[in-house]
C-alpha cells in the first residue's frame, strides 16, 4: 500500500541516491550506504492536562546490497507521552512491521 509523503526529503532520497555520486567527495559517506527515514500520517491526541498519544507510519529507505536495489520498509508506531515534573516522558512505546 502506498502512503501520501508530504514535503521532498522521501524523495530526495532516490535523486541523492542516483544522482549524487557525481558530487560526492572522499569523505563523504556513499550514497549507498544512507538511510532515510520518514514520518507519514501522524496523528496526535491530547489526554487532559498529563498525556498523549501520538500514532504514525515510519518509512525507512536504504539500500538492499545484496538485491542491488534501494528497499522502504513500512512500520507503525504508537508513541504514549506523560507529563512528569513538568516535562513531557516517553512512557510508552510499540511498532508493529
Partial sequence: A?????GMGFHK???D??????NKTDDS????????????QPHV??????????????????FDQEKGTPVTI???????WEMVDGQLKNVHFHRSV
Fill in 45 to 62: 491526541r491530547i489526554m487532559g492536562d498529563s498525556a498523549a498519544i501520538v500514532s504514525y507510519t515510519r518509512l525507512i529507505q536504504k
Fill in 13 to 15: 532520497y532516490y535523486f
Fill in 74 to 80: 513500512s512500520s507503525q508506531e504508537t508513541r504514549v
Fill in 29 to 40: 559517506p556513499s550514497s549507498t550506504s544512507i538511510v532515510n527515514t520518514t514520518m507519514v
Fill in 17 to 22: 541516491l542516483f544522482g549524487g555520486e557525481k
Fill in 2 to 6: 502506498g502512503h501520501l509523503v508530504q
